[in-house]
């Protein structure tokens, strides 16, 4: 199965690190017991396939068939790539390149003209080898759809990369950071990283003793309270790693003596993230669902998702169409609508000076082009901040940084490189052109995209969540 | 002999054309709007209500701001293809109607079918440039493009060339429009010209030249409402 080798030099011996076998690129998303290269699996596949071709797949039945069947290629998506162009135009990379991977597969297995005329209307069968690099190439878009955007034909290859995958998981060939460690121990244990009750509580500790020796005020931090207005949902790694994030969100909360609560494991889900969204619609609704149970059981009258875009994608918007109203006795709202509520009610009194360092803000994809969240962010920033300027080209234009549908837990092989170096790329462009020393971004897989480029860039600037910078231009009244 | 394949191209195939176009057509729109679309999958800035969505649409066909504001080159060959053509087949239309040709239509008209064939020439070539950096084509994504070439640029010749002889030409639609078919043009050019549209339009339908009514539906997909604040 090992390959290839590299060798790295360390101070005592050379140690050698196996590779996998390069099945697509340069790179492998997947390991080799999740991917199984050298199992067969073509029959297995094209029964998935004819499932997701079927009425079974219900959801997204008509972009994903139009999609298949109405391209032009053009080739139009492809400049809208930030994979394609981080690569150095490299074809595989192409939107419609890997689409039409699948079409291929479709054509010759579910169209009459595949049938017929074979490959003179592109058709052809698969081998194993193609179905091992489909399973790559479908990890190598992060469904930013920023291709779909600029499709002339309403088209959305980023649709397509979701259903290949969907496909994927069907036959049991799904990254482990999203299946395994993510979905089935978020509904295990209330969050993709286990983190037990008693380590969720000292978290909070943690964070409670920070604001009171930064800041000088004591804070509460309401947890599992039932019938609060608003039950705030962050994602696991905002506990974990972006802890300021989280801190930034308690202080305004009592700056402003709302009725709210964080909640914690033991009430079901504490962990906002919904990664069912980037393979499967199945898991996507398992931990929806487990989502909804949760704040019904607090009995809460909003459900805050807080600095998650995809997160806010399931819920907000897929959760509506997925779950019936009866259902969800709750409304959904981002963290940034409320707290752009809470400014433009000028119930906080912010210092811009408090943040005099020029800050810029990353659309996150799924808050962006597929969230409708552009102006609420801008507004806070601009209340928050002294030198608040645009990354060009932002909103719906703005490019992916890379992290999106899971690549920012995904570093498995040379995976991290492949991130720094087609999507990190592009973005690193775009954030020294502002030269600004902050970027901001409501995403914590941005903020973990953000972390890697930094270092791997070197760049001289650092990353915020919105809400930290908000909080440290909180002006007390003596 | 000659005579009879003129007849066939000129007389009957229209009518066989109209058929396998409409039909195709109808069944393909059908195809797509019976399918059940649950879950909108929208990208933002979104649209509110049906009016917003079908000028979004509109502008999205006419304006391609997608194309333009990724690849400039896409959206001149585009422009260039569609202006050209819609111009070309207005004009047409207008001669079934009235059946003269001042100097407007001449120029107009020659300038149209001019620039829609450079625009297929343009595709043509950019198609065998993405084989190398986007994507590989198939023999079917060229052979609509070698029709689409051949059916323009020979159309621009005749209305430059001046061949027809336009009183003969009235006659004979005007003999198709009333189920009245009289003997048609007969020469060659002509009925090469007429010949690649008619294979054209029956190909249309079919396959990715499906996209006027694709767009339809993907834009609207695109485009569609989501779901305002408060929830």
Request: hydrophobic share 40%; glycine share 6%; with cysteine.
């Amino acid at each position: 199965m090992v390959e290839e080798r590299t060798i790295e030099k360390t101070e005592e011996k050379v140690v050698e690190i196996p590779k996998w076998r390069r099945v697509f690129d340069d790179y492998r998303a997947m390991s080799d017991e999740i991917l199984r290269p050298d199992e067969p699996k073509k029959e297995k596949f094209l029964e998935a396939m004819k499932k997701s071709l079927s009425k079974q797949n219900w959801p997204f039945l008509l972009p994903y068939k139009l999609t298949l069947e109405a391209c032009t290629k053009c080739g139009t998506c492809a400049e809208a790539c930030s994979t394609y162009i981080g690569s150095g135009r490299k074809k595989i990379y192409s939107p419609v390149y890997r689409s039409d991977m699948l079409r291929k597969i479709y054509k010759k297995h579910f169209t009459l003209t595949g049938k017929l005329f074979g490959s003179l209307v592109g058709a052809k069968d698969p081998t194993e080898e193609d179905i091992n690099a489909l399973a790559e190439a479908v990890y190598r878009c992060t469904v930013c759809r920023r291709c779909a955007l600029a499709c002339p034909f309403g088209l959305d290859n980023g649709l397509i990369t979701r259903e290949a995958r969907k496909i994927f998981a069907d036959i049991g060939i799904v990254p482990d950071e999203l299946k395994e460690n993510g979905v089935e121990n978020q509904l295990k244990y209330g969050s993709a990283p286990k983190v037990p009750y008693e380590a969720f509580m000292d978290i909070l500790e943690f964070i409670k003793e920070d604001i009171e020796e930064e800041k000088g005020i004591e804070v509460e931090i309401p947890v599992d309270k039932k019938g609060a207005k608003y039950l705030i949902m962050n994602n696991a790694g905002d506990y974990l790693a972006f802890t300021e994030t989280v801190q930034g969100i308690v202080e305004i909360m009592n700056y402003l003596g709302e009725d709210w609560t964080l909640n914690s494991p033991r009430t079901g889900v504490n962990d906002v993230v919904n990664y069912g969204l980037f393979y499967s619609d199945e898991d996507l609704v398992r931990v929806m669902k487990a989502h909804v149970e949760t704040a019904k059981k607090l009995d809460v009258e909003y459900l805050v998702v807080g600095e998650c875009g995809h997160a806010y994608d399931a819920l907000a918007h897929f959760a509506k169409d997925l779950i019936p109203p009866e259902e969800r006795p709750f409304k959904v709202i981002s963290w940034m609508e409320l707290l752009d509520q809470f400014i433009r009610e000028k119930r906080l009194k912010l210092d811009k000076e408090k943040n005099p360092e020029p800050v810029t803000f990353h659309d996150s994809c799924k808050w962006g082009r597929t969230g409708g969240i552009y102006e609420e962010p801008r507004r806070i920033l601009q209340a928050a901040c002294k030198d608040f300027r645009e990354m060009y080209p932002n909103r719906e234009w703005n490019y992916c940084c890379g992290g999106g549908s899971g690549f920012a837990i995904m570093t498995k092989d040379d995976f991290l490189k492949f991130r720094m170096e087609t999507y990190g790329k592009v973005k690193v462009e775009q954030l020294k052109q502002t030269g600004a020393k902050i970027v901001a971004t409501i995403c914590s897989n941005c903020k973990g995209q953000f972390r890697e480029l930094i270092n791997y860039y070197k760049l001289d600037m650092r990353f915020s969540g919105v809400s930290e910078l908000v909080a440290n231009a909180l002006v007390y009244e003596d | 002999m000659a005579g009879e394949l003129a007849w066939f191209i000129a007389n009957i195939l229209p009518y066989i054309t109209l058929a396998v176009m409409t039909l195709a057509l109808v069944y393909n729109f059908v195809k797509w709007l019976v399918i059940p679309r649950p879950v909108v999958w929208a990208l933002f800035p979104a649209k509110h209500n049906t009016v917003d969505i079908l000028i979004g649409i509109v502008k999205k066909i006419f304006v391609l701001p997608g194309p333009r504001k990724v690849d400039i080159s896409v959206w001149i060959l585009a422009m260039l293809f569609h202006i050209g053509l819609i111009i070309s087949l207005s004009f047409h239309a207008k001669y079934i109607l009235l059946p003269s040709l001042g100097p407007v239509e001449y120029y107009l008209g020659a300038a149209a079918g001019i620039a829609a064939a450079i625009g297929t020439i343009g595709f043509f070539i950019r198609r065998i440039d993405m084989a190398k950096t986007k994507v590989d084509s198939t023999f079917a994504d060229y052979f609509a493009l070698i029709l689409l070439m051949a059916t323009l640029t020979i159309g621009a010749y005749l209305r430059i060339g001046g061949i027809m002889d336009h009183e003969h030409m009235w006659l004979w639609v005007r003999g198709i429009l009333t189920l009245s078919p009289v003997d048609p043009p007969t020469h060659p050019i002509f009925l090469v010209h007429i010949t690649l549209a008619q294979i054209y339009m029956m190909y249309l339908p079919f396959k990715t030249l499906i996209h006027p009514i694709a767009i339809l539906f993907g834009q609207k997909v695109v485009l569609d409402e989501r779901h305002i604040y408060p929830r």
